[in-house]
Every structure is written in structure tokens, then in C-alpha cells.
């Protein structure tokens, strides 16, 4: 088949989903609440910022997600575990900025489930660096933006990475798939083990994302980057303190991993 027709096709069953995730979302907006993160490491103290201005953050706090900017020089590393269980992991130099990041609460949270624990919406703006992300399977009512300089990438992926250089930006999509909106409003779709490059050009072609097919090396040379995100994944979690109405994170130490309480479930 024609691989245009595949992207029209598939673009209609993405919409058709968006449409039946919308109705499927919940009515009462304010069931969606502000989403937090979870500094699992901020190696040599990269820059936090909250709404412009710079604060302390260190490895093992628990932070309001909306507003937050990092920055990261060659020498500095983040990773970020938020409470829809998304990690993101990137080496500098790197700069990115969470515009919103919310979800349906309250919620309870299991290690064995494979999904993301509810519903969520995530706008990530992406100045440059490069990005490990890793997730649970994402709910059909949750959406996830990554805005670049060249246009927005819409991942409903588990295991992808996010390269934003001077002159191109580019999502491997290692386990799901991804929609890709050009700055001219065209679209177009990234399937499971492909590339898509869009690069710095005069050009107006209607489609101006590249797709390339990621060999097996590459996956075996990303092994390990999506390793630490798996890592980083299960030794945090995540509850809703009812008594509060407030999001709370544990973290779990070596020892916990030793003793297993139920399947999939590490806490001490």
C-alpha cells in the first residue's frame, strides 16, 4: 500500500480515536489537576526554573510540574519521573520547559499495571538536547505534545527519543507511534521502529518529515539509556493522599528491591 494512503489512513483512525477519547474524558474539567514531578537525578545541579525564576532542586524532591524549566550544560544530567509515570532522561546540554502537565485525580497507582494510572495532558516545549523518555502505556483520553522549533511531535508511545538540534529535530519511536504536525499545519505519522527527521529548510513541501527505519543497532546501542529509564520507572511511587488532596512520591532504596511485597512491587 501506498505509504501516503497509510498515513491518511492511519490519520483517520488517530482522529477517530481523539474524537471517541474526548467524549470517553471526563466532563467535569477540574477532575484534571496540576501533575507533579519527581527529581530522581540532577547530576552536577542543572538549572531549575519556575516561571522564569531559579530556584534550588536537588534529587529526591517532589515539584509542581506546570511552569518548570531545566537546563542542563554538557556536564550536567536530569531525570524526571512524573506522577502519570512518564520518565524523561536527558544529558546536556539540554533545554526544555513543561508548559502544562495535568491529570484526573485521585488515583491509586499499581506496579503491575501496564497503563499509565489516569488520565493526563502534557505540553513539553523543547529548546534543544536530547531526550530518553519511557512510559506505561498511555490512555486513550491522554495526550502528550513535544513542541520543537520545527514543529510538534504527539507521541502515544512507550519508549521513544527526542533529538532537538540547531537544524533538525527528530523522534525515534522505539515501542508506539506518533503523530507529527509540521509549523504549516500539514501532518504526518511515525510508525513503530521508524525515524522521523524534520530539518531546518526553505523547502514547501507538504510533507517535510523524513522516515527512516531504525535498525537493530540502534535499538542495542539505546539499550542501555532506556534501561535507566526503566530504573528510574520502577523505583518511584506514586500515591494520592486523600486526607491532603495532594500527590505524594516514595522512593525506593536498594533494600527494597530485595523483598517483593505483591508482583511487580518493590516497596519496603
Known amino acids: 500500500m501506498n505509504r501516503f494512503l497509510k498515513i491518511f489512513l492511519i490519520l483517520g ?12 474524558a471526563p466532563k467535569d474539567s477540574a477532575k484534571l489537576s496540576d501533575g507533579y514531578i519527581y527529581v530522581h537525578t540532577a547530576r552536577n545541579s542543572p538549572i531549575f526554573l519556575k516561571d522564569g525564576k531559579e530556584f534550588n532542586a536537588s534529587a529526591g524532591e517532589l515539584i509542581k510540574a506546570g511552569g518548570i524549566s531545566v537546563k542542563c550544560d554538557s556536564s550536567q544530567v536530569v531525570t524526571l519521573v512524573f506522577s502519570n509515570r512518564l520518565v524523561l532522561y536527558a544529558r546536556g546540554p539540554a533545554e526544555f520547559s513543561i508548559e502544562e502537565f495535568s491529570q484526573e485525580q485521585p488515583f491509586e497507582m499499581d506496579f503491575s499495571d501496564i497503563k499509565e494510572p489516569t488520565t493526563s495532558l502534557l505540553n513539553i516545549s523543547v529548546k534543544s538536547g536530547i531526550y530518553y523518555l519511557s512510559s506505561p502505556t498511555p490512555r486513550a483520553t491522554s495526550r502528550m505534545v513535544l513542541k520543537t522549533p520545527f514543529g510538534n511531535f504527539e507521541p502515544r508511545s512507550e519508549q521513544f527519543k527526542l533529538s532537538c538540534l ?23 505519522f511515525i510508525q513503530q521502529k521508524e525515524a522521523g527527521l524534520v ?14 527505519t531504525l535498525t537493530l543497532l540502534q535499538e542495542e546501542n539505546e539499550e542501555y539509556n532506556f534501561s535507566l529509564c526503566k530504573m528510574a520507572l520502577n523505583s518511584i511511587f506514586f500515591d494520592f493522599d486523600k486526607s491532603v488532596k495532594k500527590i505524594k512520591a516514595e522512593r525506593l532504596t536498594p533494600k527494597d528491591f530485595l523483598i517483593k511485597r505483591t508482583k511487580y512491587d518493590y516497596r519496603w
Do not use: T
Request: net charge negative.
Open 13 to 24: 483512525i488517530f482522529a477517530c480515536s481523539h474524537a471517541n477519547a474526548q467524549e470517553a
Open 166 to 188: 540547531p537544524e533538525m529535530a527528530e523522534l525515534d519511536v522505539f515501542q508506539g507511534q506518533s503523530i507529527f504536525k509540521a509549523l504549516d499545519g500539514k501532518a504526518d
Open 199 to 212: 530539518e531546518k529548510s526553505h523547502s514547501k513541501e507538504m510533507y517535510p518529515l523524513k522516515i527512516n
